[in-house]
């Protein structure tokens, strides 16, 4: 049996990394934060998202 991916909406980020809803899309769409599309929502690893927000990304 596989398992399932845990994955995040828009909305579960935006209020984990306290950013509005469209911040977190416009960061998706400039590939700034791992995200992938599913049914053309946006969708965060658990496991991704965690690992980045761990990183300084303001060093990059």
Not at 1 to 12: G, P, Q, R, S
Request: hydrophobic share 30%; net charge positive.
């Amino acid at each position: 049996m596989k398992k399932l991916i845990e994955a995040y909406t828009v909305e579960e980020v935006a209020e984990a990394l306290k950013l509005h809803p469209y911040t977190i899309r416009r960061l998706s769409r400039e590939e700034k934060i791992p995200a992938f599309k599913f049914g053309g929502q946006w969708r965060y690893r658990k496991d991704e998202i965690e690992k980045w927000s761990r990183n300084d990304t303001r060093s990059k």
